[in-house]
């Protein structure tokens, strides 16, 4: 059964569609991910953007002097850097007003010298261009401002530092902002600049983009393979233990001795399912395909492409009997057809006379539309 046909088999069996199945998918993708992996908090972070001196003295001359202001800062063994960082909110709900502690405002406290100034140099939006200005508190503690932050906006400042020999990030952030347990400080690399996604897929030169066609076009299909084939194996075991329930459901229901020849019915749906039992039901009652399907079988009319057979217009198929006339559009093989023909044999149902008159089994007849009656109402 291939796996195009476990699909349309589910679909009618438990009334839903493989598109309703895609979408069920989705949206439960979409659920698990706001319930387990979204954050539904705010998160303050402090991001570093760039560290950098202002003057880079690689020698030491005794005669240099570097004074800011009065103070010759190289005597000092201290100097100069530009610190640019990113005030974001990375959560997934706002950060209002009132979520700032009062009594515990957010502030950066350097880990080493003094901020000498300290400017806004970008924002998301005009109200943190306006509003987000920082507030010095003595010469080492910034104080951020208590402004609106929406989930991902941010406001970048830009602070230059006189300090000492250090190492590691430049200061350090305390303070509490309701629904958050800290306010991290990272330093964020922006050496290598990551190209986006659709860039590195439509990279390449025309030679490569070639050598990638034949790759992308078989892993496409090795990928249905590997979503179809558990969904087929799958499908097939549920399908073959719901037909041995059923047909244990109809053994405790059917009152009477089920015979041998019964028992091949039963055989036939636990292997083929009930499509060949409907049709043969089907055969059995029309007395010219019936007909057909027994000369066929007694004089075993094949040929090198296999049985050749012919649709009815209503969907049934039967074999063709030499002399009948038919165009090359009506001479076709039929898996289906075929199935019927073996279930006709297999079940012995149905005979040819000396006098060529079709006699029927009457009672595997009835026995046949009792179970097929049983299915259907079980399915339904």
């Known amino acids: 059964m291939s796996i195009i046909s476990n699909i349309a088999e589910l679909d009618r069996k438990f009334a839903w569609s493989f598109f309703g199945f895609v979408l069920a998918v989705f949206f439960g993708g979409i659920t ?19 560290d950098t001196n202002v003057l880079d003295v690689r020698e030491n001359v005794p005669e240099l002097k570097i ?10 063994n ?41 400017e806004q140099v970008g924002a998301t939006n005009d109200y943190l261009t306006t509003s987000a200005q920082p507030v010095l508190v003595g010469q ?4 951020l401002p208590k402004v609106i932050l929406e989930p991902g906006e941010s406001y970048t400042l830009k602070a230059l530092l006189l300090h000492g020999p250090r190492s590691g990030l430049p200061f350090k952030a305390t303070g509490k902002v309701a629904g958050t347990k800290e306010i991290p400080v990272v330093a964020v690399e922006t050496e290598g600049k990551k190209e986006s996604f659709w860039l590195s897929v439509v990279s390449g030169s ?24 558990p969904i087929a194996f799958v499908s097939d075991r549920v399908q073959a233990f719901s037909r041995r329930r059923t047909v244990k459901q109809f053994k405790r229901h059917y009152s009477g001795e089920i015979a041998i020849a019964e028992t091949k019915v039963l055989g036939v749906y636990q292997k ?40 009815d217009g209503i969907g049934a198929m ?28 297999e079940l012995n149902i149905a005979t040819m006379s000396a006098d060529g008159a079709c006699v029927v089994d009457k009672d595997l007849e009835k026995f046949l539309t009792k179970f097929i009656d049983f299915v259907n109402i079980k399915q339904s």
């Open 32 to 50: 698990v991910y706001n319930e387990f992996i979204k954050n539904p908090n705010p998160s303050l972070s402090v991001q570093i953007l760039s």
């Open 206 to 229: 025309p030679s490569t983009q070639l050598a990638r066609a034949p790759v992308y076009f078989f892993g496409f299909f090795l990928l249905l393979f590997f979503i179809g084939a």
């Open 318 to 345: 039967y074999p063709v009997i030499p002399g009948d006339e038919v165009s090359d559009l009506d001479l076709i093989r039929s898996r289906s057809s075929m199935l019927s023909i073996r279930t006709v044999r």
């Open 67 to 76: 004074v800011y202001g009065d103070v010759d800062i190289k005597s000092l």
């Open 140 to 143: 080492s503690n910034l104080q």
């Open 78 to 118: 201290q100097t100069l850097s530009v610190v640019v960082f990113k005030v974001q909110n990375l959560g997934g709900a706002p950060i209002l007003n009132s979520y700032y502690e009062e009594k515990a405002v957010p502030t950066l406290n350097l880990t080493s010298g003094k901020f000498i100034k300290v």
């Open 272 to 311: 083929d399912g009930l499509s060949p039992l409907v049709r043969t039901r089907e055969v059995v009652g029309d007395e010219v395909k019936l007909k057909r399907v027994l000369m066929y079988i007694d004089e075993k009319r094949f040929n090198s492409h296999g049985p050749l057979v012919k649709e």
